[in-house]
């Protein structure tokens, strides 16, 4: 059969995704182990991924800190030795801080595992947070603070954090001098408190065999032991602030930052799928209208869009740009044109399919591999949630109407409640 070339593919919708579930196993010390077993290539990604403790204004560089300096260097290991027991064998061992989470993760070869799983374990049982490297992060980070105070779109984005969440977990931001505050006492008790099996999920993703289940439980089960009581890895609740413009003024920009938005719905709202949607056509993708009126049309930024950011007890939607200075002002009022015609306007039909299209697509091309299908559990996992969610989710992303999207505007943008931040000029 020879192919027409001048007729495209059929197009074909997406019925349904299938989502790899996990088999889960909880240790004897408390620790909880999920597993996730597919894939031909002998290679598991392993994560130890710990809630963070409560926010403390008076030290609010701990959680955070104590996870960078995890693999600075333990009892037996300086951060070199641990580096090279990692590279030896292929492996490749990194640290990650959330506001909610922090995570140690480990990629390695399963024929490995006997190797490189006690560099993980000493790393999560003896660091010891040496007072050299303790100086070296502390200047490294005042350093790339430095730099990056003097980018716009980085004041703008710790200005719109501080602006909604103030003094807790969400809203913190480091001045140089707070780098300063850091003692390594306090890493030590925070090291102790925090990283315990009590408050440790383990999510093992790739070819799992019985072989290294075995051997990760064994390691981190019965002969790793919580020493403290379970830790209050409660969030103080959250007081929005009060001033909603905040201006920093930069006579020698010559672009502007801008960071709008507001608190927000997260993702055990039940309108959280259905708003996806909704800041979708707004500014999540390359066509949104705020791509296709700020960028295409009036050519004031190269870029600009929208988000949502889903915490365990509230969020946040946000919209960022970085335009010339002379056109800051009308760039704002453009914003607002089009969250405007989203509370005014029905969405076309052919608008709102391409969105839907697009969104079930972004959802089955994020599933590539057994490691995306872990992510997505987590999402679950920590915000209390089941597979139900997604199944929701696909259900009214395929059947949202034009109404409910401009129902949904009316009800969540309300430009009144908008904080607004601009860095630049204005």
Same mark, same amino acid.
């Given at each position: 059969?020879?192919?027409?070339?001048?007729?495209?593919?059929?197009?074909?919708?997406?019925?349904?995704?299938?989502?790899?579930?996990?088999?889960?196993?909880?240790?004897?010390?408390?620790?909880?182990?999920?597993?996730?077993? &597919?894939?031909?290539?002998?290679?598991?990604?392993?994560?130890?991924?710990?809630?963070?403790?409560?926010?403390?204004?008076?030290?609010?560089?701990?959680?955070?800190?104590?996870?960078?300096?995890?693999?600075?260097?333990?009892?037996?290991?300086?951060?070199?030795? $641990?580096?090279?027991?990692?590279?030896?064998?292929?492996?490749?061992? &990194?640290?990650?801080?959330?506001?909610?989470?922090?995570?140690?993760?480990?990629?390695?070869?399963?024929?490995?595992?006997?190797?490189?799983?006690?560099?993980?374990?000493?790393?999560?049982?003896?660091?010891?947070?040496?007072?050299?490297?303790?100086?070296?992060?502390?200047?490294?980070?005042?350093?790339?603070?430095?730099?990056?105070?003097?980018?716009?779109?980085?004041?703008?984005?710790?200005?719109?954090?501080?602006?909604?969440?103030?003094?807790?977990?969400?809203?913190?931001?480091?001045?140089?001098?707070?780098?300063?505050?850091?003692?390594?006492?306090?890493?030590?008790?925070?090291?102790?408190?925090?990283?315990?099996?009590?408050?440790?999920?383990?999510?093992?993703?790739?070819?799992?065999?019985?072989? &290294?289940?075995?051997?990760?439980?064994?390691?981190?089960?019965?002969?790793?032991?919580?020493?403290?009581?379970?830790?209050?890895?409660?969030?103080?609740?959250?007081?929005?602030?009060?001033?909603?413009?905040?201006?920093?003024?930069?006579?020698?920009?010559?672009?502007?930052?801008?960071?709008?938005?507001?608190?927000? $719905?997260?993702?055990?709202?039940?309108?959280?799928?259905?708003?996806?949607?909704?800041?979708?056509?707004?500014?999540?993708?390359?066509?949104?209208?705020?791509?296709?009126?700020?960028?295409?049309?009036?050519?004031?930024?190269?870029? $600009?869009? &929208?988000?949502?950011?889903?915490?365990?007890?509230?969020?946040?939607?946000?919209?960022?740009?970085?335009?010339?200075?002379?056109?800051?002002?009308?760039? $704002?009022?453009?914003?607002?044109?089009?969250?405007?015609?989203?509370?005014?306007?029905?969405?076309?039909?052919?608008?709102?399919?391409?969105?839907?299209?697009?969104?079930?697509?972004?959802?089955?091309?994020?599933?590539?591999?057994?490691?995306?299908?872990?992510?997505?559990?987590?999402?679950?996992?920590?915000?209390?949630?089941?597979?139900?969610?997604?199944?929701?989710?696909?259900?009214?992303?395929?059947?949202?109407?034009?109404?409910?999207?401009?129902?949904?505007?009316?009800?969540?943008?309300?430009?009144?409640?908008?904080?607004?931040?601009?860095?630049?000029?204005?």
């Amino acid at each position: 059969m020879i192919l027409d070339r001048e007729l495209a593919p059929e197009f074909k919708g997406i019925d349904n995704i299938n989502f790899l579930r996990p088999e889960e196993l909880k240790l004897a010390n408390g620790a909880k182990l999920f597993s996730f077993n &597919s894939g031909d290539q002998e290679l598991v990604r392993i994560e130890w991924v710990f809630n963070n403790l409560r926010f403390d204004p008076a030290k609010p560089l701990s959680n955070m800190a104590t996870n960078a300096m995890l693999t600075d260097g333990t009892t037996t290991l300086s951060a070199a030795e $641990i580096a090279d027991k990692i590279d030896f064998y292929g492996a490749f061992l &990194s640290v990650d801080y959330g506001y909610e989470q922090s995570l140690v993760t480990l990629y390695s070869l399963t024929k490995h595992l006997d190797k490189t799983l006690p560099v993980v374990k000493d790393v999560l049982t003896n660091s010891v947070f040496p007072q050299k490297e303790l100086e070296t992060f502390i200047r490294n980070h005042q350093q790339k603070l430095q730099v990056g105070l003097k980018k716009n779109d980085v004041v703008a984005r710790r200005t719109f954090n501080k602006a909604l969440y103030g003094d807790t977990i969400y809203g913190v931001t480091a001045e140089l001098e707070t780098y300063d505050t850091v003692k390594r006492d306090d890493l030590l008790a925070h090291f102790k408190e925090m990283y315990q099996p009590v408050n440790c999920t383990i999510i093992i993703a790739g070819k799992v065999t019985g072989k &290294s289940l075995d051997l990760l439980s064994g390691i981190f089960g019965a002969d790793w032991t919580t020493l403290l009581a379970a830790p209050d890895t409660s969030q103080p609740e959250v007081v929005y602030g009060t001033e909603q413009f905040h201006f920093i003024e930069r006579p020698d920009a010559l672009q502007s930052a801008i960071r709008m938005g507001l608190p927000f $719905i997260n993702r055990k709202h039940a309108d959280f799928p259905a708003v996806q949607v909704l800041n979708t056509l707004l500014g999540g993708y390359f066509g949104s209208r705020l791509m296709n009126n700020i960028r295409e049309d009036k050519g004031y930024t190269y870029g $600009i869009g &929208s988000g949502l950011t889903s915490f365990q007890h509230n969020g946040t939607l946000f919209i960022a740009t970085e335009v010339g200075t002379d056109v800051c002002k009308a760039a $704002i009022t453009e914003i607002e044109k089009e969250i405007g015609l989203l509370k005014t306007q029905l969405v076309p039909d052919d608008e709102l399919e391409l969105v839907r299209n697009y969104m079930m697509g972004s959802l089955l091309g994020s599933l590539e591999n057994v490691f995306s299908h872990a992510d997505k559990f987590k999402n679950l996992h920590f915000s209390g949630m089941g597979y139900d969610y997604y199944d929701r989710y696909i259900n009214i992303v395929k059947n949202i109407k034009a109404h409910e999207i401009l129902r949904l505007a009316n009800q969540y943008l309300d430009l009144d409640k908008f904080y607004r931040v601009v860095v630049g000029k204005y």
